[in-house]
C-alpha cells in the first residue's frame, strides 16, 4: 500500500499558514460585530432534502456538485455545498424569528462541492457570509456590499471593482423564461443532454450551460 495522501480537491492549512487565516477572520469578524451581525454556526452536514429545496433540483450544485450518502438508516446526507439553506433552516428550527425584526446572521466555515479541482478553487473549500432575514428593504443588499468592501480594504486590498448584476422580480424572470423556452425549443436537439432537461425544468440555467452551441442567442 502507498503513502496515503489528502484527497484531490482538498489541501493542508499548514502552521505558517494559519496566520493568514486567523488575520482574516479576526478581522471579519470585528467588522461584522460593529455592524450588529451575529455569527451562527450550523452542521457541516444537513438532510439532502434541504438543499434539494432550498437551491434547487435543476442546479448544477443539486445535480452534479453534492456529496451526498446514505446513513445507517438510510437517510440520505449531504455536506453542505453553501449554508444559506442551513442558516434559514436554523432560523425556522429554533425560532429565532420570534424577537421581531430582522435577522443579521454570519457565518464561516468549510463547505463541499464535487467539481473539477484547478486553480483556486477546491472540493473543500472555506466561505465566510451573512443573511439579513426578514427584510425586504433593497438597502440591506447595499449593506452586504459595504461590509464586504470594508473586510477586503481592511485586510489591505485596493483597486477594487464592484460588479452588480439582477435577474429582474418575479414578474421579469416569468416573462424572459417564456420567452427563452420559445427561442430554444427549435434548437432543443442541438442543446446537451443537462440544457435539453433544463428547458421544461429550469429554463434560465441553460444561461449557464459550458457547452458550445451551434446557434447564437439574439
Not at 464586504?148 to 424572459?176: F, M, P
Amino acid at each position: 500500500m502507498g503513502e496515503i495522501q489528502a484527497l484531490r480537491g482538498t489541501r493542508d492549512i499548514l502552521p505558517d499558514e494559519v496566520g493568514y487565516w486567523q488575520l482574516v477572520e479576526a478581522r471579519a469578524r470585528e467588522i461584522l460585530d460593529r455592524s450588529a451581525y451575529r455569527e451562527i454556526r450550523t452542521p457541516i452536514f444537513e438532510q439532502t432534502e434541504l438543499f434539494a429545496r432550498g437551491i434547487g433540483e435543476a442546479t448544477d450544485v443539486v445535480g452534479k456538485e453534492m456529496y451526498s450518502f446514505p446513513d445507517r438508516k438510510g437517510r440520505s446526507i449531504t455536506l453542505r455545498p453553501e449554508n444559506t439553506a442551513g442558516v434559514v433552516r436554523a432560523l425556522i428550527e429554533q425560532k429565532l424569528y420570534a424577537s421581531g425584526g430582522v435577522q443579521r446572521l454570519w457565518y464561516i466555515g468549510p463547505m463541499f462541492r464535487y467539481e473539477r479541482p484547478q486553480a483556486g478553487r477546491q472540493r473543500q473549500f472555506h466561505q465566510l457570509g451573512l443573511e439579513a432575514i426578514g427584510s425586504a428593504d433593497p438597502r440591506a443588499d447595499a449593506e452586504a456590499i459595504a461590509i464586504a468592501t470594508e473586510i477586503l480594504q481592511g485586510l489591505g486590498l485596493v483597486q477594487l471593482r464592484l460588479e452588480i448584476n439582477s435577474v429582474g422580480n418575479i414578474e421579469d424572470r416569468q416573462g424572459y423564461r417564456q420567452a427563452l423556452v420559445e427561442y430554444l425549443t427549435p434548437y432543443k436537439d442541438e442543446l446537451d443532454p443537462d440544457s435539453q432537461d433544463r428547458l421544461t425544468r429550469n429554463p434560465l440555467r441553460i444561461l449557464d450551460s459550458k457547452d458550445k452551441v451551434r446557434f447564437v442567442l439574439t
